[in-house]
Structures are given as C-alpha cells and as structure tokens.
C-alpha cells in the first residue's frame, strides 16, 4: 500500500563515496552550477553575436521584430515566471515533508511548460507560413525583404536561439516528468530533495534565458 | 556534519512577492517598449532584464542565502562572457577595412 511508502519517505541512503547526506547534496549542487555556467556560456555566444550584429544592422533587426508577436512573448514570459515559483514552491514543500503539494507544484510546473511549447508551436508555424524560415531558407518576399537584403539573418538568430532555448524547455519538462514518478514513490521529503533543487536550478537558468530573449528579440529587435 | 545546516527556507509570502515583482517589472519591460527612447531602449530593456535576473538567481535560486561558492561559479561565467564580448567588439572597431556584409 502507499500508505507504508509516505510512512518512509523521504528516507535516502546516500552513496558510498560520500561521507554523509550533506556532502551529497553539496556536491550535487556544485556539479549542477558548473554544468549552469556551461550552458550560460554556451547561450552567451549567441548573445553576444546577436548584440553585435544587431549594433550593425539595427535598422534590419527592428524590421525583423516587427514580424513577432510581442503579446505571444509577454505571455509565455509570464508563463515561465508563474513555472519557475511552483518550481521553488515544490522544494519548499518538500522541505515541509508535504508530498501532495509537491506533486501539485510539480504538475502546474509541467503543464506550464506544455502552456510554453503550445504558444511557439503556434508563433512557429505563422512564421514558416509567411516563409520567415532562418538565413539561406529565406523566403518570404514582403517590402521589408527588398529593403533588407540581410533580413534572413535576423531569423537565423530568432530561430537558433528560441530553438536551443525550446529544447533546454522539452529537456526540463523531461526531467520534472522524471521527478513527479518519483516524488509519487514517496522518496522527497525534509532530508532528501536533491533532484527537485538541482533540477529546479536547471528550470530556473532556462527561464532566465527568456528573461533576456523576451526583450532582445521581440521588443527591441 | 550538521546534516540540517543547509535548509534554509525561503518563507512563502517572499516568493509570491518576488513572483508579484517580477511580473510587474515585465510590464514595465512592455510599456517602455512602446516608447521612442532611441539607443535607450536597448539600455533600458537590458537593465530591468539583469534586475529581474537578479531576482530570480537571489530567490527562486536561492544564491541570496547559498555558500559564496555557487555565487563565484556564477559570476565565472559572466565574466567570460564579458571577456568574449569586449575582445570581439575590440577587433570590430579597430579594423581599418569592413567589408559589407553581402
């Protein structure tokens, strides 16, 4: 019965090369922020080509941003902020030892994130139809086209990093799929949550991404 | 090893209010948008990103309360960042001849 597992839960042994618990969760911890600065990094060279092509061709840029939605942008901005507290608000729960706020948490993040991946399905079609595919797929044939030879570039950029970010999206939803199973098991609970703050880490970076892709691409252009 | 040193709890009501912040901040994001403000605009969207950044890294990651350690492996990656930033716009504005982009 489950009732025996929620009357265990939360009881982790930790693994043999660790000295305790703490070191566990510390180390875990660690790792997870490397692998954040990887992905910081890895993000940031298509942030930094995007700021300084755009200091070259501004004028190309902001006609490529009229062609965004910017009332789809604030919404899955808003959408992400709402994911990234019922994120916290799962470990938070779990640090209280309340498995069914957990999983509701857990739950509205993932849906969340179904909410995130609808709305650029929808952005992203629009787009294909109107033929605004990334660089040498070009081929949309509007005045801005022929005033802008180089328009196709700023869908390259809208493309390459909505697309990357999309992905680190469909990987973060994979990974809270993995954590409601668990969390189901009973296994979280006040001395063991490691997954749900790693992983939370993990949400909260690709949030933060949109924070600035949001502005850059849609706004400002 | 004190096994309970590291649960620190963020009360509920500070993250709602950061999440309330938040939101707002991303209105103000929208509003300044629509105005005019020529290179300002630029500026000004990336200053109210970076604040909420901030927000989200010290609360919802909780860097406000965690080791220095995470805050320094944090700012390694920011610092690069910089660094591949500043050295390529060094070679852009130094070179004599750029050829236009075809």
């Given at each position: 019965m489950s009732t025996v597992k929620t009357a265990t839960s939360g009881h982790h042994h930790h693994a043999h090369h660790y000295e305790?618990?703490?070191?566990?969760?510390?180390?875990?911890?660690?790792?997870?922020?490397?692998?954040?600065?990887?992905?910081?990094?890895?993000?940031?060279?298509?942030?930094?080509?995007?700021?300084?092509?755009?200091?070259?061709f501004h004028e190309m840029f902001h006609a490529g941003s009229t062609f965004l939605n910017w009332r789809l942008g604030a919404l899955n901005t808003v959408?992400?902020?709402?994911s990234s507290l019922t994120m916290a608000l799962s470990i938070y729960y779990a640090q209280l030892g309340k498995k069914s706020l957990v999983l509701l948490n857990l739950y509205v993040t993932l849906a969340c994130g179904f909410i995130f991946l609808t709305v650029k399905y929808f952005e992203y079609t629009h787009k294909f139809h109107e033929g605004l595919f990334p660089g040498a797929l070009f081929s949309y044939d509007g005045p801005e086209a022929h005033q802008f030879s180089n328009l196709g570039m700023y869908f390259s950029f809208y493309f390459v990093m909505t697309g990357l970010h999309g992905s680190?999206?469909?990987?973060g939803m994979g990974l809270i799929t993995w954590l409601i199973v668990r969390a189901h098991r009973g296994e979280f609970g006040p001395e063991y949550y490691t997954p749900l703050e790693c992983t939370g880490l993990f949400w909260h970076l690709v949030d933060l991404i949109w924070i600035y892709l949001f502005p850059l691409l849609y706004l400002i252009g | 090893m004190d096994d309970?040193?590291?649960?620190?709890?963020?009360?509920?009501?500070?993250?709602?209010?950061?999440?309330?912040?938040?939101?707002?901040?991303t209105a103000i994001t929208v509003a300044a948008a629509q105005v005019n403000f020529g290179p300002w605009n630029t500026v000004i969207a990336m200053a109210i990103a970076s604040i909420k950044a901030g927000f989200v890294l010290a609360f919802f990651m909780h860097l406000k309360y965690d080791d220095k350690l995470y805050r320094v492996c944090f700012g390694t990656a920011i610092f690069f960042l910089i660094v591949l930033y500043a050295f390529s716009k060094l070679d852009i504005v130094t070179r004599i001849v750029v050829e236009p982009f075809q």
């Open positions: 305790s618990a703490e070191h566990e969760y510390v180390t875990s911890k660690f790792g997870t922020w490397v692998f954040l600065v990887t992905e910081i990094v890895m993000f940031g060279g298509l942030f930094v080509g995007y700021i300084l092509f755009h200091e070259k959408v992400l902020l709402f680190h999206v469909i990987a | 309970q040193q590291h649960h620190h709890m963020i009360p509920l009501k500070i993250y709602i209010q950061v999440l309330v912040l938040l939101l707002v901040l």
